[in-house]
């Protein structure tokens, strides 16, 4: 079973900072290496969209909307990612959600719970 815990969430004013994290347990990790790590948010009333991704490789992948100002990385040996948001705008608040997958026999793809990034004045 797998399990991932989200933390970093809050309140912040425009032009702020945040730092997500998301921690994958689980005893599949103990064998088998996790493929891809990413974070997905969904603003109220839209549907869920892809921030950021980073391989067990270190390859990353960001939305148009955010290159440039937010930062994923990740701790292979902690089986934890990362998102560093700067430069964060009221269009960036949106519930954030952790994602891990194999792509790969066992297959996996959790979700963490969310966590509520709200930015404002």
């Known amino acids: 079973q797998v399990q991932l815990v989200e933390s970093g969430g809050g309140l912040v004013q425009p032009g702020g900072s945040l730092r997500l994290s998301c921690v994958a347990s689980?005893?599949?990790?103990?064998?088998?290496?996790?493929?891809?790590m990413g974070w997905y948010r969904q603003p109220p009333g839209k549907k869920r969209e892809l921030v950021a991704s980073i391989t067990s490789g270190g390859s990353t992948n960001y939305a148009d909307s955010v290159q440039g100002r937010f930062t994923i990385s990740r701790d292979n040996a902690k089986n934890t990612v990362y998102l560093q948001m700067n430069s964060l705008e009221a269009d960036d608040t949106a519930v954030y959600y952790c994602?891990?997958?194999?792509?790969?026999?066992?297959?996996?793809?959790?979700w963490g719970q969310g966590t509520q990034v709200t930015v404002s004045s």
């Open positions: 689980g005893s599949i990790f103990s064998i088998f290496s996790i493929d891809v």
């Open positions: 994602n891990v997958r194999r792509l790969q026999k066992p297959i996996v793809d959790s």
